[in-house]
């Protein structure tokens, strides 16, 4: 079994393998590490121009909310609630975020555009449980879990996502999907991503995902969980196709020949330039599925 490097990153602990799982993770090693380094900073260049390009309260127009899921645009908090998460992120975040939140900032991490190209297409427990895992800086996790409900509630009001009449909780945060108001869209270069499609070779032998999904945010780089290989299994095939970046870090267990034409979960760094969209691979695991 080939892990990760732990400097890549802390897998989390709802993470973990069956026995009978074909799964295969690449080595964080040397060269590979500068390789992942020069990927984000060109990443960051390419997506720059959206970045700047306006804040999320300028927004005016487009979609609010879909057929089957919830969305930031529903009125999923109240105001007194907001309020109340402006007080928490003044008393314990303010010190290491106070321009972090700031709306002439436009580097702003929590309000703007910047906020809104890192966390769409997350749901929104994903924003809450990176702020209790890591704020207060010095005493992450030491909040209440309404506490941090009520910090995102606010996070949600200074991006000028509308309040409604009943107040955030975390039984429903994973249900709520963080988007831009004209709806969901296609990831920005440098995300990490999950999706399922066939190994294959194109007719120069570079290993591809064909019939691939849509690449979807992932938490992790590391083993999907049973949840996620559940999902992936029932997962429909479509129509993209990525070339597979540095497979060859999988390690020498893992034997893509003995894999073509078989349906697999990969996750990796989507890397976007015309007529050449990789994955830079860090895991893939086999659905139990064929594509044939």
Same mark, same amino acid.
């Given at each position: 079994?080939?892990?990760?490097?732990?400097?890549? =990153?802390?897998?989390?602990?709802?993470?973990?393998?069956?026995?009978?799982?074909?799964?295969?993770?690449?080595?964080?090693?040397?060269?590979?590490?500068?390789?992942?380094?020069?990927?984000?900073?060109?990443?960051?260049?390419?997506?720059?121009?959206?970045?700047? #390009?306006?804040?999320?309260?300028?927004?005016?127009?487009?979609?609010?909310?879909?057929?089957?899921?919830?969305?930031?645009?529903?009125?999923?908090?109240?105001?007194?609630?907001?309020?109340?998460?402006?007080?928490?992120?003044?008393?314990?975040?303010?010190?290491?975020?106070?321009?972090?939140?700031?709306?002439?900032?436009?580097? %702003?991490?929590?309000?703007?555009?910047?906020?809104?190209?890192?966390?769409?297409?997350?749901?929104?427990?994903?924003?809450y449980d990176f702020i209790r895992l890591t704020?207060?800086?010095?005493?992450?996790?030491?909040?209440?879990?309404?506490?941090?409900?009520?910090?995102? %509630?606010?996070?949600?009001?200074?991006?000028?996502?509308?309040?409604?009449?009943? =107040?955030?909780?975390?039984?429903?945060l994973q249900s709520i999907q963080i988007e831009?108001?004209?709806?969901?869209?296609?990831?920005?270069?440098?995300?990490?991503?999950?999706?399922?499609?066939?190994?294959?070779?194109?007719?120069?032998?570079?290993?591809?995902?064909?019939?691939?999904?849509?690449?979807?945010?992932?938490?992790?780089?590391?083993?999907s969980t049973e949840e996620e290989m559940t999902? %992936?299994?029932?997962?429909?095939?479509?129509?993209?196709?990525?070339?597979?970046?540095?497979? =060859?870090?999988?390690?020498?267990?893992?034997?893509?020949?003995?894999?073509?034409?078989?349906?697999?979960?990969?996750? #990796?760094?989507?890397?976007?330039?015309?007529?050449?969209?990789?994955?830079?691979?860090?895991?893939?695991?086999?659905?139990?599925?064929?594509?044939?």
């Amino acid at each position: 079994m080939i892990h990760l490097n732990k400097a890549r =990153e802390t897998p989390s602990t709802r993470n973990f393998l069956k026995p009978n799982d074909l799964v295969m993770l690449r080595q964080g090693v040397g060269r590979n590490m500068h390789t992942r380094l020069t990927i984000l900073m060109i990443s960051a260049v390419m997506v720059t121009g959206v970045l700047f #390009g306006g804040t999320a309260e300028a927004q005016t127009t487009g979609a609010q909310t879909t057929g089957d899921y919830t969305t930031v645009w529903n009125g999923i908090y109240t105001p007194d609630q907001a309020l109340r998460g402006q007080d928490a992120f003044e008393l314990h975040c303010l010190r290491c975020h106070e321009t972090d939140i700031d709306a002439a900032n436009p580097d %702003a991490r929590f309000r703007g555009h910047m906020f809104m190209e890192r966390w769409r297409e997350y749901d929104l427990v994903s924003l809450y449980d990176f702020i209790r895992l890591t704020m207060p800086r010095r005493d992450p996790g030491s909040l209440s879990d309404a506490t941090y409900v009520d910090i995102v %509630a606010h996070v949600m009001m200074v991006n000028a996502f509308p309040p409604g009449p009943r =107040e955030l909780d975390t039984e429903v945060l994973q249900s709520i999907q963080i988007e831009g108001k004209d709806g969901p869209m296609p990831l920005p270069s440098g995300a990490l991503v999950q999706l399922v499609g066939c190994l294959n070779q194109d007719v120069n032998g570079a290993w591809i995902i064909n019939k691939a999904s849509e690449p979807a945010r992932t938490n992790s780089s590391n083993r999907s969980t049973e949840e996620e290989m559940t999902a %992936a299994g029932s997962k429909a095939l479509g129509n993209q196709r990525f070339r597979l970046q540095n497979i =060859e870090f999988l390690g020498q267990e893992f034997e893509p020949e003995s894999k073509v034409g078989y349906k697999m979960q990969t996750k #990796g760094y989507l890397i976007r330039q015309p007529n050449r969209e990789r994955i830079d691979i860090t895991a893939m695991e086999w659905t139990g599925a064929s594509c044939r």
